[in-house]
């Protein structure tokens, strides 16, 4: 009998312990209870959040853990419009902080998505708003613009909050909206890239047939000053490439040339030995 009763105990335990699962939440979290008992008992969200610290639950209860620190939410809103119909890409960060021991109330009135399902769309519609007043070059490039539209979608966000609360509590602050530079999409990339290569082959283009003008008109310049000189000292051509023939090996110092003349033709080469 005492053995029937030992083996009855144990089995006893046995299913007690597989049929529990601990719940632990890291620091900063809280863990909401949410009862599905299998047989007998209330389904339901347990209004008490769990804390730091291990909870044993039954095996049924699912637990979901809420982050009661502020989190960051990046939010990527592309083809915003600029007054210039402008298609432009944006991402941003939205700070949010569920209140403390409120997690329950969250879960139950907005479930898990709660920023998805109730802010998200609310959000990149307010910055589609804002973005469609201003130029391309103030959303890229104006802070102080920018800061201006942080600021009033901040209000409009923590407003917004405060009306879905007049219908259920929506227990979740809006710390901060950080709304970073306008950059243009990818189409808008591609063709400015495309049309700075342009222009670099123009500029390219057009310095070289400014180098090609310059030169020619500085060898036009030294033909004139050298006509001009022979002139004045009343040099024969023979005579002047003579002359030139010397300004040639004082330019090639330390190297071996000679200078040979054709009097008969007037002609002059330089002879590197």
Known sequence: MKKILYLFMLLVTVVAMSSCHGVEPNAGEEAVLVYKPWFVGSEGVDPEPVKTGLTWCAFS???VIYKIIPEKHQVNIEDL???ENTPLD???VIITKIKEGKSPILHQNYGVDWF????FNYYSNRVRDYFSQYSPFDLMSNREILNNIDTKITKEMRDFV?????DKEFPVEIVQVTVGKAIPNKEQLDEMNR???EVQAKQTEQRRAEAQKARGEAERQRAIAD????KEMNLSTEQFIQLKAWDVIEKKQGASIDVLFDGSSNKMWNIRR
């Open 61 to 63: 209860t699912e637990s």
């Open 81 to 83: 419009m600029s007054t």
């Open 90 to 92: 944006c991402h941003s």
């Open 116 to 119: 998805d399902t109730n802010l």
């Open 162 to 166: 405060a009306q879905l609360s007049k």
């Open 195 to 197: 049309t700075a290569k």
């Open 227 to 230: 006509k001009a000189y022979m």
